[in-house]
């Protein structure tokens, strides 16, 4: 946190793309922490022509992969190099498709780095939020953790005036790309804790 304090993003104007010029009412909020456009939508209409029949997961990956868009947004092909999807879902009553985007890299998720695309039944975009990092391959500087699971747990339990009644055992791991592990409760926890690694904006 203190070493955040007082970081300003460089205040970049963000280049409109043609296709969206001439969209009716586009509105657009800017991130200040990281310079990047956080919202794309219009309050009166489409940001897209129609494409219907076509899968909206489609639309709008091919929405936001155009390199005018990436540049509207303020990331890089590579910010959408390696993503999960955790979450795709169609709305009955209006008939549009919500596709939630996760940014990851080298497998691991990065904390609140989320993409929304909603996309209309007839295959228009409806609008965009971005809480992807910027550029985000040239700000890692470490993958392995500072801390061990246990270090972490015994750490946030002193911060909240709790004190383990042993040091905590390891059950598991670490495993995977997240370097999953588990430890015991410690007298902290009836079950056991479980913690994986996500980047930390």
């Not at 219009?42 to 997961?57: C, N, V």
């Not at 040239?138 to 009644?165: E, F, K």
């Not at 055992?169 to 479980?194: F, K, N, W, Y």
């Amino acid at each position: 946190i203190e070493y955040n304090r007082g970081f300003h993003a460089p205040d970049v104007e963000r280049a409109v793309p043609a296709s969206l010029a001439a969209v009716p009412d586009l509105d657009l909020s800017r991130d200040d922490a990281f310079g990047t456009t956080r919202s794309v939508s219009s309050l009166t209409t489409y940001l897209t022509p129609a494409r219907a029949g076509e899968k909206p997961m489609t639309v709008a990956l091919d929405f936001v992969r155009d390199p005018a868009t990436l540049d509207l947004l303020g990331l890089t092909a590579g910010d959408l190099a390696d993503f999960a999807v955790t979450d795709v879902v169609f709305t009955r009553v209006t008939g549009a498709t919500h596709i939630y985007l996760r940014q990851t890299y080298l497998g691991i998720p990065v904390y609140n780095g989320q993409l929304h695309v909603n996309v209309n039944r007839d295959g228009r975009i409806l609008s965009v939020n971005n809480l992807f990092v910027p550029d985000l391959a040239q700000s890692i500087t470490a993958s392995a953790p500072a801390l061990a699971l246990g270090a972490a747990v015994r750490g946030a339990a002193r911060d909240l005036g709790l004190r383990p009644d042993r040091e905590p055992r390891v059950l598991g791991g670490p495993a995977g790309e997240r370097q999953e592990t588990t430890i015991d409760g410690a007298g902290l926890s009836l079950a056991p804790i479980t913690g994986r690694l996500v980047w930390l904006p």
